[in-house]
């Protein structure tokens, strides 16, 4: 019987479910192991080296294909960056891919990165259901001695010991509670069981309990929702849909959508190319920053194009979803649809100018250059969305190529150690940019040997701010940190660092901590 079936009490045998459970078991001793009052680092690379095998092994044949690769190289160059760089978006990073890892193991045939995580998302939570469900049915064993069916499950635990046992321990204490002459009969008992309560560490168990689940949601199989089967029946091309019309008029037919689409088309390139003019003259050519803090201009503004390119694209999907791809006379329809794309990649481009003029002017900081990425992935939306209208492909296309472009960037910010770079770039452009220094002292610890100053050259820092700045520093001080908060605070951070540093388990260990030590130790 192949291994990678549902796990269910009919298709697999006692042997199997024990296999499983004590590979659990196996998985969550070694999690709490490498774990318990531990930070990531090495832990997590030896944590994946364990469980990555015995996922292939469980659901073996398996037969790889791009996406099983891809995920799989991507899982390794996420736990090599936690090893090097170790941030939090890379053991972020690492941590989905394994998840997503597992489902695309369990799930053989994916070819969509949305659908494939989607499914290993269900499947985190299927999972602790499924081998609770799985247990608690009888499973039937058939013995060559006699054809009797003996029935073994959890209900004969349940109704056999627990429950006798948890009614006998209640009656013991109500007993004990009414009467000091039965209480001093089980006294000693009392005690020890006290006793090896107060030598258990309940932490290291729920380590344990947390170590099985994960263990769960790896190693276990359920029924998928229903996006395994949608994926391996989709298809990158449209195929047109023959349909009769009774009626010779049809309000809704292609030439009635195709006029619509010219019309609507027409009318919002007109709009956007207006749009983007007005940019050209004020944003490209001729920005002056007016001293505010450009809140209006980029959070509220970026996020309100981006809404439009996104609608945009909807709008051209929507003209370009059925028949009307394969109708003969949609040439103008196809090419005001490419023009309203292209205008709305030249608003993209203005979107990353806003950005541009932020950092310039206020450095530096995650959701900054998080937009950037965002914006880069949004292009290739656009591309695609341009491909699927040349070349009629399909929805299912797009979900593919976006999906793939996304674990791609996701994989590759990994690499990156940009907690230093913001620190480098942050400080390095002081007489231009505004430094936030509570920001600044929240960076990772890679950062500290950037972040750290002497109060020399922070009062130097603190005057140029105030010179170049054209609004007064003061008053916005309910907010940002002066230059003696600041120092204080980083400098009780570095005094943590090397705390736990010189303290740390080997299993924590990692490069960007070694390298920050070294440094630390050198300043």
């Excluded at 090495?42 to 037969?63: A, C, D, G, H, T």
């Excluded at 936690?82 to 045939?109: D, H, P, R």
């Excluded at 029935?151 to 056999?160: E, H, M, Q, R, S």
Aim: glycine share 4%; net charge positive; charged share 15%.
């Amino acid at each position: 019987m192949p291994i990678f079936q549902f796990i269910n009490a009919e298709n697999l045998s006692l042997m199997k479910k024990k296999q499983i459970v004590l590979l659990n078991l196996l998985t969550a001793i070694i999690f709490a192991l490498l774990f318990y009052k531990n930070y990531v680092g090495l832990n997590l690379l030896l944590f994946e080296i364990l469980v990555v095998p015995i996922m292939i092994y469980l659901n073996k044949p398996v037969k790889f294909n791009k996406l099983n690769i891809s995920v799989l190289a991507g899982l390794g160059i996420s736990a090599i960056m936690v090893l090097i760089l170790n941030t939090s978006w890379s053991i972020f990073v690492n941590i989905i891919t394994l998840f997503t890892l597992s489902g695309v193991l369990a799930y053989q045939g994916f070819r969509s990165y949305i659908h494939a995580f989607a499914e290993s998302f269900f499947r985190l939570f299927s999972s602790q259901i499924s081998i609770l469900l799985d247990w608690g049915e009888p499973v039937i064993i058939n013995t060559q001695k006699d054809n009797k069916k003996n029935k073994f499950g959890i209900n004969k635990v349940v109704y056999l010991i627990i429950i006798p046992f948890s009614v006998l321990i209640l009656f013991i204490v109500l007993y004990t509670s009414a009467s000091s002459k039965f209480y001093a009969q089980f006294e000693e008992i009392f005690s020890a069981f006290q006793r090896f309560l107060e030598s258990i560490d309940f932490l290291f168990i729920i380590f344990i309990i947390f170590g099985s689940i994960v263990a769960n949601a790896l190693y276990m199989k359920t029924k998928p929702v229903g996006l395994h089967n949608l994926d391996l029946n989709s298809k990158d091309n449209l195929f047109r849909i023959r349909k009769r019309n009774y009626i010779n008029f049809k309000p809704t037919g292609l030439k009635m959508q195709y006029l619509s689409g010219v019309v609507l088309l027409a009318s919002l390139n007109f709009l956007i190319m207006y749009f983007n003019i007005l940019d050209f003259i004020y944003l490209w050519f001729g920005f002056e920053w007016d001293g505010t803090f450009l809140k209006e201009f980029v959070h509220e503004g970026t996020w309100v194009l981006v809404f439009s390119i996104f609608l945009s694209a909807g709008i051209a999907l929507f003209f370009f979803r059925r028949n009307l791809n394969f109708y003969s006379k949609n040439k103008w329809l196809k090419r005001l649809t490419i023009l309203w794309i292209a205008q709305n990649m030249i608003m993209l481009v203005s979107v990353v100018l806003r950005n541009y003029w932020y950092i310039h002017y206020f450095g530096l900081a995650y959701k900054r250059i998080a937009v950037l990425f965002f914006l880069l992935l949004t292009l290739v939306g656009l591309i695609t969305i341009i491909i699927k209208i040349t070349n009629i492909k399909s929805s299912y296309y797009l979900w593919k190529v976006n999906g793939f472009a996304l674990f791609t960037v996701l994989v590759l910010t990994t690499c990156v150690n940009w907690d230093l770079h913001i620190a480098k770039y942050n400080f390095k452009h002081y007489n231009r940019s505004l430094i936030d220094f509570r920001f600044m002292a929240k960076l990772n610890n890679s950062a500290l040997p950037y972040t750290i100053k002497t109060l020399e050259e922070l009062e130097e820092i603190n005057k140029i701010q105030e010179e170049a700045m054209p609004f007064e520093l003061s008053e916005h001080r309910s907010y940002l940190w002066d230059i003696y908060t600041y120092q204080v605070e980083v400098l009780e951070k570095r005094h943590r660092f090397v705390e736990r540093y010189e303290n740390m388990n080997w299993l924590e260990w990692n490069l960007a901590d070694y390298q920050t030590y070294q440094k630390l130790q050198n300043m």
